[in-house]
């Protein structure tokens, strides 16, 4: 027997996606990818107002968390290729969580895309991951032999400021989205229990 007979008889159901779910999902990453490119603005080399964050949550709305989770990884591995970074496995946990949060709250979602319910859903990426773990992991790699508190502390208030903007923008334009029915005409919203 296979695996997929053998969760089939155990009475569960096969975890696959589809290719249709697929090629949805790559092109949010793709989107992702050239929305931080070509509509992010860079005041400092520690932070970045885009709405990058955009697609990688409505993949996780959409699709899932396993889904939202890994358009968020490879939107951030191909950003890095083609902005000329390094890549750092530490900087890849805040759009991951983006994606994946997305998942966690989308039946809570379907209840009702209301403004209220995606600021719930957009804060605990927007504060563990882009302002606590992003402002730590960026005073590590590039502060670590200065005080370490201080330079935390200083990108803790640059990047809570930033994230306050963007989180403002990134509800808004996921509500407006919802609200134009355009994934209930693709067929993807709500979800099917």
């Keep these: 027997m296979n695996k997929t007979t053998n969760s089939a008889a155990a009475g569960k159901k096969p975890v696959s ?35 990058e964050a955009v697609p990688t949550f409505i993949a996780g709305v959409l699709f899932g968390p396993v889904a939202g989770g890994l358009v968020g990884f490879v939107s951030d591995l191909v ?22 949060c997305g998942g966690l709250f989308r039946m809570y979602l379907a209840k009702g895309v209301t403004l209220p319910r995606l600021l719930v859903s957009f804060l605990p990426p927007v504060v563990l991951g882009s302002i606590l773990w992003q402002s730590f992991a960026l005073t590590y790699v590039y502060f670590k032999d200065g005080p370490f508190m201080e330079g935390f502390l200083l990108r803790l208030g640059t990047r809570g400021i930033q994230f306050a903007v963007t989180l403002v923008l990134d509800v808004v334009i996921v509500h407006l989205l ?6 209930h005409r693709m067929g993807v919203w709500p979800p099917k229990k």
Excluded: D, Q, W
């Design 79 to 100: 950003g890095c290729m083609f902005s000329g970074y390094a890549y750092n496995p530490m900087f890849c946990i805040p759009p991951i969580l983006y994606g994946v």
């Design 178 to 183: 919802f609200k134009s029915k355009l994934f």
């Design 17 to 51: 996606m589809t290719t249709k779910t697929l090629a949805y999902c790559a092109l949010l990453a793709a989107l992702s990818v050239v929305m931080a490119r070509l509509f992010g603005m860079m005041p400092n080399e520690y932070s970045r107002f885009s709405i």
